[in-house]
């Protein structure tokens, strides 16, 4: 019986394991896109005239 809640507890932390890394792995893929957004936001601003000039 004993061995039976060991392999539990075991298959219980490989899971634990598994959705851990999944989740870092979706953490990085968000902050990558995150990050590229920005660029792109930034490099945007940095093309478009000043809001000054857009009023005129």
């Known amino acids: 019986m004993a061995d039976k809640d060991e392999d539990t507890r075991?298959?219980?932390q490989q899971d634990l394991e598994h959705q851990q890394q999944d989740l870092f792995q979706e953490l990085a893929r968000e902050q990558t896109d995150a990050?590229?957004?920005?660029?792109?936001d930034q490099e945007r601003s940095a093309k478009a005239p000043p809001?000054?000039?857009?009023a005129e």
């Open 35 to 40: 990050e590229k957004a920005q660029k792109g």
């Open 51 to 54: 809001q000054d000039e857009k």
């Open 10 to 12: 075991k298959e219980d």
